[in-house]
């Protein structure tokens, strides 16, 4: 009964994902038509207002998260959910009243705000979640991603540009009511010193009583990782207070510049956001249509794109099963050198054309299939689980932070770079970067599956995991 709460709360609390993933595709379905002659704007895009329209949901992210790092917090991880869903249904409405380019490309930002939540999602989840089901349920956030990205290219395929609208915004706004169902994340409460609360909330996840020795001990567990300078055998074999004096609030610099394992863990989930955004599946999800259209000219660029977010679904549940399965750090490394060799394929033919059309469409969707399995599901589970509770909530945010920055650079200069150099090449560049994740993978990054938070800190001042 515990398992099929979590279950469940996991699956209300990732809609956020969804609904954001519907509005950051749409230039996918869309760009052709607001940019062509026909358009349904007031006027036919520029290409530079194109470039934005596909980017400018990733630069307003870049101010949502770092504030998003202090409010969950300030006001919880429910809360901070619920505020942030609200830019989504907003920018639908925005989209809804009015043709006008400036305005769409308003509303695209307004959207952006919302993507802090992949910095809320997984640490939300993470803690509700037992130990052994926490690696697939953290990696739900980026599979409703990956479905509401689905979702958009399907919707903007079979409906009218006002159906598609429509139907976006109802979906956002029942995203903010199943929100508002869930409760608050044990560990925040504790941190609080809302303990009983926070029993009650432990209680109602593990389908117990609040009294119960399961409650009491995940209570322990937590009020141990709030509090890991108070033992000798503190995470990381060091006390961050161990000198026998009272006990005294550290700050946020303090806390980072004692804690060696909470720096090695910033290193390692920002190296593995900028490989893996850098692998460049991001930019096939957003251009999906017009990179279609480039790679395979004689199939429906709708169509193949479509098949594209089937696939990229399907492998999010199979890579969310296997973290937890096979364990986080092969997959990042295997699936990496695999997408490594998807890239360097796919640029061959691409450029040299050495075989038929369909030859192209295998190696995009081994692109997909290795870099969902890996690159694109791993790095938001751990970043979930590096920290300790007294700096989660920061330290998830940085890294989301420059996250996004990354995602903006990409979106941004994919266009230009493609008309520069060719897509061949471009796909050379992003196997260098894949051959590059798989070496730091193995050299520096911890396994986590099924670990509490205080033995990860041990594992993270290792200087290699091999």
């Given at each position: 009964?515990?398992?099929?709460?979590?279950?469940?709360?996991?699956?209300?609390?990732?809609?956020?994902?969804?609904?954001?993933?519907?509005?950051?595709?749409?230039?996918?379905?869309?760009?052709?038509?607001?940019?062509?002659?026909?358009?349904?704007?007031?006027?036919?895009?520029?290409?530079?207002?194109?470039?934005?329209?596909?980017?400018?949901?990733?630069?307003?992210?870049?101010?949502?998260?770092?504030?998003?790092?202090?409010?969950?917090?300030?006001?919880?991880?429910?809360?901070?959910?619920?505020?942030?869903?609200?830019?989504?249904?907003?920018?639908?409405?925005?989209?809804?009243?009015?043709?006008?380019?400036?305005?769409?490309?308003?509303?695209?930002?307004?959207?952006?705000?919302?993507?802090?939540?992949?910095?809320?999602?997984?640490?939300?989840?993470?803690?509700?979640?037992?130990?052994?089901?926490?690696?697939?349920?953290?990696?739900?956030?980026?599979?409703?991603?990956?479905?509401?990205?689905?979702?958009?290219?399907?919707?903007?395929?079979?409906?009218?540009?006002?159906?598609?609208?429509?139907?976006?915004?109802?979906?956002?706004?029942?995203?903010?009511?199943?929100?508002?169902?869930?409760?608050?994340?044990?560990?925040?409460?504790?941190?609080?010193?809302?303990?009983?609360?926070?029993?009650?909330?432990?209680?109602?996840?593990?389908?117990?009583?609040?009294?119960?020795?399961?409650?009491?001990?995940?209570?322990?567990?937590?009020?141990?990782?709030?509090?890991?300078?108070?033992?000798?055998?503190?995470?990381?074999?060091?006390?961050?207070?161990?000198?026998?004096?009272?006990?005294?609030?550290?700050?946020?610099?303090?806390?980072?510049?004692?804690?060696?394992?909470?720096?090695?863990?910033?290193?390692?989930?920002?190296?593995?956001?900028?490989?893996?955004?850098?692998?460049?599946?991001?930019?096939?999800?957003?251009?999906?249509?017009?990179?279609?259209?480039?790679?395979?000219?004689?199939?429906?660029?709708?169509?193949?794109?479509?098949?594209?977010?089937?696939?990229?679904?399907?492998?999010?549940?199979?890579?969310?099963?296997?973290?937890?399965?096979?364990?986080?750090?092969?997959?990042?490394?295997?699936?990496?050198f695999a997408t490594g060799i998807s890239c360097v394929a796919l640029g061959t033919q691409i450029q040299l054309h050495?075989?038929?059309?369909?030859?192209?469409?295998?190696?995009?969707?081994?692109?997909?299939?290795?870099?969902?399995?890996?690159?694109?599901?791993?790095?938001?589970?751990?970043?979930?689980?590096?920290?300790?509770?007294?700096?989660?909530?920061?330290?998830?945010?940085?890294?989301?932070?420059?996250?996004?920055?990354?995602?903006?650079?990409?979106?941004?200069?994919?266009?230009?770079?493609?008309?520069?150099?060719?897509?061949?090449?471009?796909?050379?560049?992003?196997?260098?970067?894949?051959?590059?994740?798989?070496?730091?993978?193995?050299?520096?990054?911890?396994?986590?599956?099924?670990?509490?938070?205080?033995?990860?800190?041990?594992?993270?001042?290792?200087?290699?995991?091999?």
């Amino acid at each position: 009964m515990g398992i099929l709460k979590q279950v469940l709360c996991t699956f209300m609390i990732s809609t956020t994902c969804i609904n954001f993933g519907l509005m950051f595709a749409w230039p996918s379905s869309t760009v052709k038509l607001f940019e062509s002659t026909n358009t349904t704007l007031n006027r036919p895009m520029t290409e530079t207002e194109v470039a934005l329209f596909g980017s400018l949901s990733s630069c307003t992210a870049l101010i949502s998260t770092p504030i998003s790092g202090f409010v969950v917090d300030y006001v919880g991880r429910k809360y901070t959910s619920v505020i942030f869903s609200l830019p989504q249904v907003i920018a639908w409405i925005v989209v809804a009243v009015s043709r006008r380019v400036e305005l769409v490309l308003v509303a695209m930002s307004i959207s952006g705000i919302s993507g802090c939540l992949f910095n809320v999602t997984p640490v939300f989840i993470s803690e509700i979640c037992h130990e052994k089901i926490r690696g697939t349920m953290t990696a739900c956030s980026i599979i409703f991603y990956g479905i509401g990205i689905l979702l958009s290219y399907l919707i903007g395929g079979w409906l009218s540009y006002g159906g598609m609208i429509y139907t976006c915004l109802t979906c956002s706004i029942t995203q903010v009511l199943l929100l508002s169902l869930v409760k608050e994340s044990p560990t925040y409460l504790m941190k609080k010193g809302q303990d009983k609360e926070a029993a009650r909330n432990i209680a109602f996840y593990r389908g117990t009583k609040p009294e119960s020795k399961e409650v009491l001990e995940a209570m322990a567990l937590i009020h141990k990782t709030l509090n890991p300078e108070m033992d000798d055998d503190a995470p990381e074999n060091e006390k961050l207070q161990g000198d026998g004096k009272p006990r005294e609030k550290l700050t946020l610099f303090q806390f980072i510049k004692k804690s060696k394992s909470t720096r090695q863990g910033l290193m390692v989930v920002t190296a593995l956001y900028t490989f893996a955004i850098f692998q460049g599946l991001v930019v096939a999800q957003v251009y999906a249509e017009p990179l279609f259209r480039e790679a395979m000219p004689n199939v429906s660029s709708n169509i193949t794109s479509i098949a594209f977010a089937v696939v990229n679904t399907i492998v999010g549940f199979v890579a969310a099963y296997l973290t937890d399965l096979t364990g986080r750090r092969p997959l990042m490394i295997y699936s990496s050198f695999a997408t490594g060799i998807s890239c360097v394929a796919l640029g061959t033919q691409i450029q040299l054309h050495w075989g038929p059309f369909w030859v192209t469409a295998v190696f995009l969707y081994a692109f997909c299939i290795f870099y969902t399995a890996g690159a694109g599901t791993v790095p938001y589970v751990v970043i979930s689980e590096l920290f300790l509770p007294e700096v989660r909530g920061v330290m998830t945010m940085a890294a989301s932070e420059w996250a996004w920055i990354c995602n903006f650079i990409i979106l941004f200069i994919f266009n230009p770079l493609v008309e520069a150099i060719g897509l061949g090449c471009v796909f050379y560049l992003f196997g260098a970067i894949c051959f590059a994740s798989a070496v730091f993978s193995f050299i520096y990054m911890p396994e986590t599956k099924e670990l509490t938070v205080d033995v990860i800190q041990t594992l993270l001042v290792r200087k290699k995991q091999y």
